[in-house]
């Protein structure tokens, strides 16, 4: 097992997944050394980029992320290994939805809290509409160790969704770029908080009609309200704004 120096392309995407680790620990979304983000290598069948296991999200750089396949294995020269509930996870996903360029996964405080809900996530703000009968729900199993969960979070997934959220686990979103799948999970841990405040206030919830609830979701998938000119990908003006904050000097950059 050699090292390689990675392609032009493969390079961007490490970019991209240590900027979107960074940006979770920024925005207070990341578990200590648990949770990931995965990215799909370009050009590759199965085989996907993880976190190194005992690494803090803030530390993450471009050349730390471990390539492995869907088999586990790990496939170049690295000093870490991956968390095992990770792989349970991410290579259930990355296996069944080749659309998935970027799979992120997280325990933050609300999405917790709502994943332990009853109702879960309910269409009772902006953030939350952008999911408007479009999240998922698997339940809960235990720690994410066991392989033959895969089928069954597959399952639950289906062919479409973009939002998963764990049964008192946590969250999950995915998207064809690291850039749409880190703003989607930014968006739901948001939808998550306004919804444990206003459920605290203990007053009545104004409702929006399931046609105004359509329309909003409809409009987030567009992309249309924060689209460059001539950009076809959704989110790239957001994306752009998130990276210069991560350029600000700082001991080590996510480009290393």
């Known amino acids: 097992m050699t090292s390689k120096t990675p392609s032009p392309s493969e390079q961007q995407v490490r970019e991209d997944l240590a900027a ?18 995965s990215a799909r290598v370009p050009d590759t069948e199965g085989q996907f980029l ?8 803030k530390d993450i750089t471009a050349s730390s992320l471990v390539k492995i396949d869907l088999a586990g294995r790990i496939l ?13 996870i991410h290579s259930a996903v990355h296996s069944a939805r080749h659309d998935a360029g970027c799979v992120v996964h ?8 709502v994943s332990s809900l009853d109702c879960g996530l309910q269409p009772c703000n902006q953030w939350a509409l952008q ?11 235990g720690i994410a160790l066991d392989l033959d969960e ?13 939002a998963m959220i764990l049964r008192n686990h946590g969250l999950m979103t995915l998207a064809p770029t690291v850039a749409q799948a880190l703003i989607l999970m930014i968006n739901l841990d948001r939808a998550c908080r306004v919804q444990l405040a206003i459920q605290a206030s203990g ?10 609830c359509e329309r909003t979701a409809r409009q987030y998938e567009s992309g249309d309200s924060n689209r ?6 959704p989110n790239l003006r957001e994306w752009r704004g998130l990276l210069k904050h991560l350029e600000r000097p700082a001991p080590s950059s996510f480009r290393d």
Do not use: C, K, M, W
């Open 20 to 37: 979107a680790y960074r940006l979770i620990a920024h925005f207070g979304l990341d578990d200590s050394i648990y949770t990931h983000i």
């Open 50 to 57: 993880i976190n190194p296991y005992g690494v803090l999200f």
């Open 76 to 88: 170049e020269p690295s000093p870490h290994d991956v968390n095992p509930a990770g792989f349970t």
């Open 106 to 113: 997280t325990h933050t405080v609300a999405g917790v809290a």
């Open 131 to 141: 999911f408007y009968n479009r999240v998922v729900y698997h339940e809960f199993e």
């Open 150 to 162: 895969r089928d069954r979070l597959i399952a639950d997934l289906g062919p479409s969704a973009r």
């Open 203 to 212: 007053q009545a919830v104004r409702p929006v009609s399931h046609e105004v």
């Open 228 to 233: 460059l000119p001539d950009t076809p990908e």
